[in-house]
Every structure is written in C-alpha cells, then in structure tokens.
T-cell receptor, first 114, second 113 residues
C-alpha cells in the first residue's frame, strides 16, 4: 500500500469510446504525475501537476486530457484512442516537484484499446 | 543526469544476499544515486538513495564506492517477493524536477527456491 490508489486496475475500450482513469493520493502531497509504460519500454512521463497546476506536458497527444481538481485527485480522460495506446498507465505523487523527492506510484491502470 | 549501466538480469537463491551492481562513471558531485524496483505489473517502488556514504534502511543497503563511480544495492536475505526489475538512477538535486527520474531498463532480478 503506497498511499496512491488508481482505478480502474484494468480497462478495455474501443477506439471511439470515452473513458477516464482516476488517481487518488492519501499522502498530503502537492505534486502528481501520469506516466505511461508500454511493453518492454521504459516509463514515459506524460504530465506533471504541482498544486493543481499543470507544469509539464511531455508532447502528449490531445486524445489524452489530464485533470487535477485538487491536490489529492488526478484524472486522465481518454478519447478516440489508438491500439498503440494500450499500456500500463501509472500515477505517482511526491511531496513537491523538487528533484530529490521520492516518487510514490500507484499500482497502475492497464489499458487495452481494441 | 549521469548515465547508469546495469546488468540486464541476475539470479539469486532465496535466503541469500542479492548484490545488484550499477556503474555511473560520469556522476558529478551533486548527483545522488537512487534505487527503485518494479514488481511485475505494479508501479515502481522507491527503495533507497545516497550521495557518498553507505546507506541502510529496512528494505536494503546501498554501498557507494569511494570514487562514486559505481554502487551496489544489497538485499541481505532475498525472498521470492523480491523478484522484480531494479532501477539504478542518478539524479541531480538542483536540476529539473522529481518527474525527471529516467528509469532506463534496469536489472531483472529472479529469486529462486
């Protein structure tokens, strides 16, 4: 139990569907992140939020839309995805965005796009 | 951030010490060595980090050589649950953000009976 909870753990969607991934952290952290992990590839940073403001967007296609309504919750809205978007999506949090902070990861949401 | 080199995979018998090496010959003075691990289909988990002194916590020990060009993560009594990919990451404390941890491909540790 890392204090970062992701739902759903598994999601299967068609290319025309709209779905959302949810992340909640119970650690009192001020920074939250979305990462993507495709099969046999290193983690790729997607988005960074600090105090509910997006501070990084790593050239992610617009079919991925993040939302951070407060410092404890982070969403990733998915729309018209492609099969190559199938991956493990990981949420993480840290006390703040200082470079030495430890990242606390959730268990991930495994997405399959048909 | 300095680049790291790790073996692709290692095996360890359960109950024995697992010693995972990492080379970081281009490390600079303000860069820390971090270790994370990722158990299959889960998110990465922080293990330990250090600057130049050896560090120990409830999960592992980290030995950093005097010249800081390499380090070893030690799991003193490996169990089957320690089977995972272990990432050695070198990270400056004054540059970028926490998100800039570059995980690379790591070492796949297989603990066997």
């Amino acid at each position: 139990e890392t204090g970062v909870t992701q739902t759903p753990r598994h999601l299967v969607m068609g290319m025309t569907n709209k779905k959302s991934l949810k992340c909640e952290q119970h650690l009192g952290h001020n920074a939250m992140y979305w990462y993507k992990q495709s099969a046999k590839k290193p983690l790729e940073l997607m988005f960074v939020y600090s105090l509910e403001e997006r501070v990084e967007n790593n050239s992610v296609p617009s079919r991925f839309s993040p939302e951070c309504p407060n410092s404890s919750h982070l969403f990733l809205h998915l729309h018209t995805l492609q099969p190559e978007d199938s991956a493990l999506y990981l949420c993480a949090s840290s006390q703040d965005v200082q470079p030495h902070r430890e990242l606390f990861f959730g268990e991930g949401s495994r997405l399959t796009v048909l | 951030d300095a680049k790291t080199t790790q073996p692709t995979s290692m095996d360890c018998a359960e109950g024995r010490a697992a010693n995972l090496p990492c080379n970081h010959s281009t490390i600079s003075g303000n860069e820390y060595v971090y270790w994370y691990r990722q158990i299959h289909s889960q998110g990465p988990q922080y293990i330990i980090h250090g600057l130049k002194n050896n560090e120990t916590n409830e999960m592992a020990s980290l030995n950093i050589t005097e010249d800081r060009k390499s380090s070893t993560l030690i799991l003193p009594h490996a169990t089957l649950r320690d089977t995972a990919v272990y990432y050695c990451i070198v990270r400056g404390i004054n540059t970028g953000t926490a998100s800039k941890l570059t995980f690379g491909t790591g070492t796949r540790l297989q603990v066997t009976l």
